[in-house]
Nanobody, 113 residues
Framework: QVQLVESGGGLVQPGGSLRLSCAAS????????MGWYRQAPGKQRELVAR?????STHYADSVKGRFTISRDSAMAYLQMNALKPEDTAVYYC?????????WGKGTLVTVSS
């Protein structure tokens, strides 16, 4: 059973930074796509960033220039800089591997002064 586990969420002031991590029970290198999604209270889950096995990345317009997705064989990461109150959400890691889709349970990020 493939599992994804997020960590690194917490409370941060506006303008601050956080790095989220996603650990998998198998090598991250075996995932064709790794992504970060978020869901704010009362809103639908939305894509934040994706990393493809060929090396390309894709970002939501709302986070371009502020967030960076990366991965190594063990973990996937989301570096979040210049955080805004509207970035407050539960952040989920998603991995696509061998035709299957896996989700973590999420980590809460709260941006508030």
């Amino acid at each position: 059973q493939v599992q994804l586990v997020e960590s690194g969420g917490g409370l941060v002031q506006p303008g601050g930074s956080l790095r989220l991590s996603c650990a998998a029970s198998v090598s991250i290198s075996t995932f064709s796509v790794m992504g970060w999604y978020r869901q704010a209270p009362g809103k639908q889950r939305e894509l934040v960033a994706r990393s493809f096995s060929g090396g390309s990345t894709h970002y939501a317009d709302s986070v371009k220039g502020r967030f960076t997705i990366s991965r190594d064989s063990a973990m996937a990461y989301l570096q979040m800089n210049a955080l805004k109150p509207e970035d407050t959400a539960v952040y989920y890691c998603r991995g696509q591997r061998l035709g299957n889709d896996y989700w973590g349970k999420g980590t809460l990020v709260t941006v508030s002064s």
